[in-house]
């Protein structure tokens, strides 16, 4: 150890671009795994969400606006604004509770913060659809389409 340290200084001394890297690359593992070992809520692929569908009788929350969700949603699911969600107006998914609910946008990105307030409005078991409707589409499972 006493002849690692000084030729670590030297290193470091002379490439500090990548000492700085090094350290910022850890920095984000160790924050990524801290906050995913701490969330209340799961993030789930597209045959995760079809099982607890099938299996648990999950309920899909669609986040996005209304026409975009009449032009294409998974089956059964549930139209919730996050707005809705952020002023606790959830009477629409109020008796599901102990379900499964997984919530779904676009592209995953936005649900998080959803699934988060979900959970702390007292909903047990919280799921985000990795990637949103966008890989759900580009699986090719099925969409269910309002006709005019």
Known sequence: MQEFMPQAIEFAQKHTFLTIAWFAVLFMTLFTFFKSATQKYRVITNPEAVRLMNDEEAVVIDLRPID?????????SVNLLPTEIKNQNVGKIEHHKEKPLIIVDVNGVSSATSAELLTEQ???KVYVLKDGLAAW???NLPLVKKHK
């Open 137 to 139: 589409a580009g699986a």
């Open 122 to 124: 007292g909903f047990e």
């Open 68 to 76: 975009e969700f009449q032009r294409g949603h998974i089956i059964g």
